[in-house]
């Protein structure tokens, strides 16, 4: 298999951000006209202090969330031909965890806010810790897990893939040289220096 260089892997890491940020954007869009919105209904002069703050919260999270979605595009033109690749798509990921963790913040409160005015505090409180439980577990707590499970790079490196099993091009933490490069410093016999 051929190893990309450290070039290759920033740009296929970033436009796969993108990828993924692209389905979280739309629902944060949607989810944020329509807080903007609500204000305006003829009901929302009804609701009480407590309702008016989880609206608040829900409001502002969803503008962080859209922030951060949007934020990888907006700094990969300015810093376009920069030479700064993998800083981006570290930040990136970083952003996107971000934009994940105030959008879990910003649906559970506007569900508790909703299923606060149809129905009661209980039901609504209910409803929101289990969507904020299901969110942490699915977005965050499960993922951390599987992560945890997996070897680091250097032990990676020390124990090749299972035949059958390819080893993800560029994560083993290689210094970006190529498979042809690596293959023929290799194949040099002991005696001869290596370039």
């Known amino acids: 298999m051929k190893q990309e ?56 999270s969803a503008a962080v969330a859209s922030i951060c979605y949007i934020a990888p595009t907006t700094q990969h033109r300015v810093l376009f031909r920069q030479g700064l690749k993998e800083k981006l798509v570290r930040r990136s990921n970083f952003y996107g965890i971000a934009g994940a963790l105030a959008l879990a913040v910003s649906m559970t409160a506007a569900t508790m806010l909703v299923v606060d005015y149809l129905f009661h505090a209980t039901v609504a409180s209910v409803t929101a810790a289990a969507l904020a439980v299901l969110s942490a577990w699915t977005w965050f707590v499960q993922p951390a897990l599987d992560r945890s499970d997996q070897p680091s790079p250097s032990a990676r490196d020390s124990h090749p893939s299972a035949p059958g099993e390819p080893e993800e091009p560029g994560e083993s933490g290689e210094s970006g040289e190529s498979g042809e490069s690596r293959e023929s410093r290799e194949a040099a016999s002991p005696g001869e220096p290596r370039r």
Do not use: C, K, M
Not at 38 to 57: E, H, K, M, N, T
């Open 5 to 60: 260089s450290h070039q290759e892997r920033a740009d296929r890491n970033f436009v796969e951000l993108l990828q993924g940020a692209r389905v979280a954007v739309t629902g944060v869009q949607v989810l944020f006209a329509f807080l903007l919105t609500v204000p305006f209904s003829s009901g929302f002069g009804r609701i009480d202090l407590a309702d008016q703050w989880l609206y608040y919260v829900a409001l502002v």
